[in-house]
């Protein structure tokens, strides 16, 4: 049976093939789902995003870190559900109408399912509407929103103001993010917090859910 170890380095590493194959000879062998991801694979995404801070890992080292603990995860999840085991929080996250671009959320998406969250990814150009339909049916514990356009973070206000029409706006944290986004945004539109990348974006969900 492969160690730990092997594991922990196929994800940080960003070797999706090997992360595959140990996740599934080491499930076959009898190891425990549930402490697959809480020993191995949330620490290899930690370790990867303090690389990342110290750049010593940069966009390109995330993006396959992620798409190697995703491969490992998609064979984990469906286990997992069975057990009827709870995720850390569950994410709507989304690129706002009019907004097409998808680099940055896919990105945050992934360091989310990395550190133990369920994620559902909407996509882009996502209406108000969408995402609270999704938050609502998902019974997520936070929405967030990525705009790359100057032109299209005013959405970003228009999912708030949605937020309190439903009356869901007590039920979720909202954080949002993206290359023109600010904090002193944020505060102005009532999110409850900014980041400015991906590694920083976890923290901020954890802190967020855990106020």
């Not at 390109?60 to 999840?77: C, G, V």
Request: neutral net charge.
């Amino acid at each position: 049976m492969p160690t730990i170890q092997t594991l922990y380095d196929a994800i940080l590493n960003g070797n999706a093939k090997a992360a595959k194959e140990i996740t599934q000879t080491s499930l076959a062998a009898g190891a425990n789902p549930q402490a697959l991801v809480d020993d191995t694979m949330i620490p290899a995404m930690n370790e990867v995003g303090r690389r990342y801070e110290a750049n010593e890992y940069f966009v390109p080292e995330l993006l396959i870190a992620a798409r190697a603990m995703k491969a490992s995860l998609e064979l984990i999840r469906p286990l997992l559900s069975a057990r009827g085991a709870e995720p850390v929080g569950r994410v709507v996250i989304g690129t706002v109408q009019g907004d097409l671009h998808d680099i940055g959320k896919n990105l945050v998406g992934a360091m989310l399912e990395g550190a133990g969250f369920e994620v559902i990814d909407l996509g882009v150009d996502v209406s108000p509407e969408k995402f609270i339909n999704a938050a609502r049916e998902k019974k997520a514990t936070l929405v967030a929103l990525s705009a790359l356009l100057t032109t299209t973070m005013h959405s970003m206000k228009a999912v708030m103001e949605k937020l309190k029409e439903s009356g869901m706006r007590g039920n979720v944290k909202v954080m949002i993010g993206g290359a023109p986004v600010t904090q002193k945004y944020a505060d102005e539109i009532g999110a409850d917090g900014y980041s400015s990348n991906a590694n920083a974006a976890v923290a901020l969900a954890r802190k967020l859910l855990a106020a």
